[in-house]
């Protein structure tokens, strides 16, 4: 292997204890809303964090940093585009959802929660959403593994074979026995880690280039435009990155945390919490793709892992500039976005085939014990799918996210801000949504229509579809009890 042992020896050390705190909360795991959603009983610092950690997978440290690194600021448009979708989604879902899940069946899930708000008897609803999460999370956590085996692949000298496996086993491990609390925890701690990583990695790396000054000026050299936020952009290509930000309505991953929060009084300081964490680690992200260019453009000698493939910014200037017990844990923040994503995805495919599926269709009267074994064996079951999806080496993962995350954007942002702001939505309108919504990013993303990312247009007419479909029918007396009550409990404790 073509690492010292400190490094090694820090990430065994970090997978083991985010293995521990799986089994640690293996002994909190009583039943199938233990396993899925953590029986309701998260706190605002862990609601803020771990929502902000399961968003940001291992895009935030490789993805994003090469983009920055091979085009300048102008890559950041999706940052400010991310951090305006967040804030949007933490003040008008986050605590209404939390009540209207409960107020509504008590809903576990996504599909759940679609199927008990507009009292769907037929199942169609539940289906069709437990069915869109299926597919667009399976590419999603491909990406996960992707970046996971990336980072494996680079530190260790492993081939990508190896490093996609060693990569997976330890998220898979966690979520497999402890479920939602399991993941949560271990989201919180690596959130720490990511948020410590890309606050100090810029620093060190001013420092070695010689300072601000000497930095921009070694940028400029190397190409003035790099500094152009509007350079080789177009209205439609910042619009495309901003929209981004609308992706965060409709992500089954982080509205579970939203539904998990122990109360809706906590929202409003994980809100603040979550947002201070996400901007701090977004402006760090960016920075480390930005003084990375004037770093590799004066240590040409070392340039070469960067120039084959410059999603590796971060864990080269990592391996450079640090020694190699620090370096492992500033490694172990890449392990920790991968992980902490990966983790929670697999978790909500689980809760899908589980709750969705398997309870609501095969076994109603299956035991909580039973229920709990099933989750556990989908989590495996979805895991090896992924790493099937993930074996081409060719892969990339911003490329990857993007198509998954404008998916849920399209198919469940619109159906799930709707459905907790306008009383009158009805179930044809909540189909009409996601349907149109999914389809329209597949049939865009093929066509690649005017250059727009699919998110967008999805968005757009699954919001016009919910608003006409609705029109055309009415809530019932109960859909509009419900919504007027939650909304109450609300207004009341927010």
Known sequence: MSVSN???????????????????????????????????????????????????????????????YMSGL?????????????????????GRLRVQTEHNGDALTLPDYFSSRFEDKSGLLRIISAIVILVFFTIYCASGIVAGARLFESTFGMSYETALWAGAAATIAYTFVGGFLAVSWTDTVQATLMIFALLLTPIIVLLATGGIDTTFLAIEAQDPSNFDMLKNTTFIGIISLMGWGLGYFGQPHILARFMAADSVKSIAKARRISMTWMILCLGGTVAVGFFGIAYFSANPAVAMPVSENHERVFI????????????????????????????CQLLVCSSALTEDFYKTFLRKNASQIELVWVGRAMVLLVALIAIAMAANPENRVLGLVSYAWAGFGAAFGPVVLISVIWKDMTRNGALAGILVGAITVIVWKHFELLGLYEIIPGFIFASLAIYIVSKMGAPTAGMLQRFAAAEKDFQLNS
Request: proline share 3%; glycine share 10%.
């Open 74 to 94: 102008s890559e950041s448009w999706i940052a400010i585009g991310l951090i305006i979708g967040a804030y949007l989604n933490w003040l008008f879902v986050a």
């Open 6 to 68: 400190p490094t090694l020896i820090t990430f065994v050390i970090y997978i083991a204890a985010m293995v521990l705190i799986g089994f640690m909360a293996y002994r909190s795991t009583n039943n199938l809303s233990d396993y899925i959603l953590g029986g309701r009983s998260l706190g605002s610092v862990v609601t803020a964090l771990s929502a902000g950690a399961s968003d940001m997978s291992g895009w935030l440290l490789m993805g994003l940093p090469g983009a920055i």
């Open 316 to 343: 080269e200037l990592a391996k450079i500039l640090f020694n190699p017990w620090i370096a492992g844990i500033l490694l172990s923040a890449i392990l920790a976005a991968v992980m902490s994503t990966l983790s």
